[in-house]
């Protein structure tokens, strides 16, 4: 049997944090290895799922993607959470807000430009805030804008102020 074993991601802590936030959100699902296995048409094995949950197995992007639409959650929600131990205050989560000017943005081409603005397009729509000009984002989808942008999540400011997209009033 042949394994598709990551040597870099089998049993690596990062593996294991994904495989618990897998589990928790098959849990959620209320859904047992099997019921996903039988639900998915096989395409989910019980015993590959497993593995994966253990963190014994490296899932690939394009399956953990196949995944996140299985589950019918954003494929981000199959990604460990990072500072979800200690609650924000106020102050932290105030202070990790940053306003995006919209129609700068809007101005802007190429892909990284066209996905973020698909992205705030997105947040609008769950937030029901179509105001147009500015969107806050919150510290939690500046991991997310980190990678569109590819930079470090405590750069993102930095770097939309480069790119003259900070809101300032």
Do not use: C, W
């Not at 197995?57 to 399956?63: F, T, W």
């Not at 892909?111 to 729509?125: D, G, Y």
């Not at 105001?131 to 919150?138: F, P, S």
């Amino acid at each position: 049997m042949m394994h598709d074993f990551d040597d870099d991601g089998a049993s690596s802590p990062y593996s294991r944090k994904v495989g618990d936030r897998l589990r928790v959100i098959r849990k959620q699902k209320r859904l047992s290895l099997q019921e996903v296995e039988s639900s998915s048409e096989e395409e989910f094995k019980a015993s590959v799922l497993g593995a994966y949950e253990r963190g014994e197995r490296a899932i690939s992007v394009p399956r953990l993607e196949r995944l996140a639409k299985f589950y019918s959650v954003p494929v981000d929600q199959l990604l460990p959470r990072e500072d979800i131990s200690e609650p924000e205050t106020d102050a932290a989560t105030s202070a990790k807000k940053l306003g995006i000017d919209l129609v700068k943005l809007n101005q802007l081409t190429g892909q990284p430009f066209e996905m973020l603005s698909r992205f705030l397009k997105m947040i609008q729509v769950q937030r029901q805030d179509f105001n147009g000009k500015v969107m806050t984002v919150r510290g939690i989808d500046t991991r997310a804008i980190a990678a569109m942008l590819d930079v470090p999540v405590d750069q993102v400011g930095a770097r939309l102020d480069a790119l003259d997209l900070l809101f300032h009033p």
